[in-house]
């Protein structure tokens, strides 16, 4: 019931606050009508990976579960080119102003193990329901600013973001309540900053995820979105932009509401790099169906909510990222995996981000029922799911890609692009390919066995390329 009336009040909210927001047009010099994060050579990335770890939100040293035998594992099990790793604010400024660069070197150690292994990072300024002295993690405790209020433990955990200890350090933090004139808003861009200053001139670093699902407190739905959350995102671009030119800014809408659909009052940031192709912001939501965060699976009456779910999130999530100018990321997506459905689910979402030219880090990196591998690393039923054959790497403007079960076949086609260079890369998995693909419409230039990347030929023109199991 409790769940159900936060639910309720917040898409009131939502409904009522969202007023017409410029959508602003798709891109009529791209095949797919959005831009791409790039690649050093040129080549649109096909962003695909985990979100690592929730483990980290506790950890004393702030780091994930993983060692670096465990990434090369992904990289074998699941082909992966991108992760979402998660970082907390608490370990980045222990205390204030002073960071702590004994944990950037553990993060940078981690972002090595990733890029040895052709993978992009994507750092992430991880926290759910403030920091650990609320019931959450990500702040700092001298961040923590409560005035005596408390914050009880909840089921499900969800119910913490209305507890009072909880909605005042929020609202502390974003001003809505004076403080003591400490500005703990500086204090986070500043993070945000050393983070960057440290990782500029990391190349496997792809950027950063300014605040992983943002909670107004006190002030949600556009109200919140249009004015303190998008005031620290233009702070934090700002700041980032000062030690760090290359980058990417990702940055999220509000988590509830758009999570599920709803729309977003998110608008658009500027940044110092330039406008048009020359900003480097991209948008990242999350993707979590109400009715499954309520429990259903993907079956029966709650599959067609879902699925309305979806299609409501999908044009919500272009529009979004049509006024930022931005490509989208989709932050997370996950459930868990003993769902009825779940894999059905899994399928759809990971078509919809094909179709959509969507980045993913599916949630999460954490073994067990969520995850690709149990807690003694066993495969689970989602491993296969996730293990499926896709682009890694264009080398023009794509136009439209995918994996069609039934006919076994993936296709990909791009328009070549001047100045882009390089092949188009793509992954074929043992599994559906165990003697390699057979390549129609283009012409292969190379095949590796162990990484199980293919390489096509690309040039100007047009390509459209199909490829089967090779016999
Ligand atoms: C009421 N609010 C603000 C709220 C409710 C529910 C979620 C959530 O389920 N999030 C989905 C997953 N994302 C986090 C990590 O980012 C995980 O812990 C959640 O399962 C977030 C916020």
């Known amino acids: 019931w409790a769940v159900g009336a936060v639910v309720l009040a917040v898409a009131a909210a939502l409904l009522v606050a969202v007023g017409p927001q410029g959508a602003g047009a798709?891109?009529?010099?791209?095949?797919?009508?959005?831009?791409?994060?790039?690649?050093?050579?040129?080549?649109?990335?096909?962003?695909?990976?985990?979100?690592?770890?929730?483990?980290?939100?506790?950890?004393?040293?702030?780091?994930?579960?993983?060692?670096?035998?465990?990434?090369?594992?992904?990289?074998?099990?699941?082909?992966?080119?991108?992760?979402?790793?998660?970082?907390?604010?608490?370990?980045?400024?222990p205390s204030p102003g002073?960071?702590?660069?004994?944990?950037?070197?553990?993060?940078?150690?981690?972002?090595?193990?990733?890029?040895?292994?052709g993978y992009h990072v994507l750092l992430d300024m991880h926290q759910d329901l403030y920091g650990p002295r609320v019931g959450g993690n990500g702040a700092p405790a001298w961040a923590t600013e409560t005035d005596g209020l408390t914050s009880a433990p909840t089921d499900p955990w969800e119910l913490g973001y209305v507890e009072p200890g909880t909605v005042r350090a929020f609202d502390r933090f974003w001003g809505t309540v004076e403080g003591d004139g400490r500005d703990l808003r500086e204090h986070y861009v500043g993070a945000v900053r050393e983070v960057a200053r440290h990782f500029a001139d990391d190349d496997t670093v792809i950027g950063y995820d300014l605040m992983n699902e943002p909670w107004g407190g006190s002030?949600?739905?556009?109200?919140?979105?249009?004015?303190?959350?998008?005031?620290?995102?233009?702070?934090?671009?700002?700041?980032?932009?000062?030690?760090?030119?290359?980058?990417?800014?990702?940055?999220?809408?509000?988590?509830?509401?758009?999570?599920?659909?709803?729309?977003?009052?998110l608008p658009r940031l500027d940044d110092?790099?330039?406008?048009?192709?020359?900003?480097?912001?991209?948008?990242?939501?999350?993707?979590?169906?109400?009715?499954?965060?309520?429990?259903?699976?993907?079956?029966?009456?709650?599959k067609g909510q879902v699925d309305r779910s979806l299609r409501a999130w999908r044009e919500q999530t272009e529009k979004t990222a049509r006024r930022l100018g931005a490509p989208v990321v989709i932050g997370e997506?996950?459930?868990?995996?003993?769902?009825?459905?779940?894999?059905?689910?899994?399928?759809?979402?990971?078509r919809m981000?094909?179709?959509?030219?969507?980045?993913?880090?599916?949630?999460s990196n954490d073994p067990g029922p969520w995850a690709p591998w149990d807690a003694k690393l066993r495969?689970?039923?989602?491993?296969?799911?996730l293990d499926r054959p896709a682009p890694l790497a264009v080398a023009g403007d794509p136009v439209a890609y995918g994996w069609d079960a039934a006919k076994r076949t993936l296709a990909v086609s791009w328009r070549g692009t001047a100045g882009v260079r390089g092949g188009t890369e793509v992954r074929l998995p043992a599994r559906h390919f165990p003697k390699g693909?057979?390549?129609?419409?283009?012409?292969?230039?190379?095949?590796?066995?162990?990484?199980?990347?293919?390489?096509?030929?690309?040039?100007?023109?047009?390509?459209?390329?199909?490829?089967?199991?090779?016999?």
């Open 353 to 363: 981000a094909d179709d959509m030219g969507a980045g993913f880090a599916y949630w």
């Open 437 to 471: 693909g057979r390549v129609a419409g283009g012409v292969q230039r190379a095949w590796n066995p162990k990484s199980r990347i293919l390489t096509l030929d690309s040039g100007p023109g047009t390509h459209s390329v199909r490829i089967t199991p090779r016999r």
């Open 333 to 350: 997506f996950g459930l868990d995996t003993g769902l009825p459905g779940a894999m059905e689910y899994v399928e759809k979402v990971q």
């Open 26 to 93: 798709a891109r009529a010099d791209t095949a797919s009508g959005h831009r791409w994060i790039t690649d050093r050579q040129g080549r649109a990335l096909v962003l695909r990976g985990l979100s690592t770890a929730s483990s980290a939100k506790g950890a004393a040293d702030g780091m994930p579960w993983i060692e670096e035998k465990d990434v090369a594992r992904e990289r074998r099990a699941l082909g992966t080119n991108f992760v979402r790793f998660l970082l907390q604010w608490r370990k980045v400024e």
């Open 219 to 265: 002030v949600q739905g556009p109200a919140f979105e249009s004015g303190p959350l998008a005031r620290l995102y233009q702070d934090a671009i700002d700041a980032v932009r000062t030690v760090d030119r290359d980058h990417w800014l990702f940055v999220e809408p509000s988590a509830i509401g758009s999570n599920w659909g709803f729309a977003t009052g």
């Open 272 to 302: 110092p790099r330039g406008d048009g192709d020359a900003a480097r912001i991209a948008y990242a939501p999350h993707l979590y169906p109400l009715p499954m965060d309520l429990g259903g699976g993907y079956t029966g009456s709650t």
């Open 379 to 385: 495969p689970t039923k989602l491993l296969p799911v």
């Open 98 to 117: 002073t960071y702590d660069r004994t944990y950037l070197r553990q993060v940078a150690e981690r972002v090595r193990w990733y890029g040895e292994r």
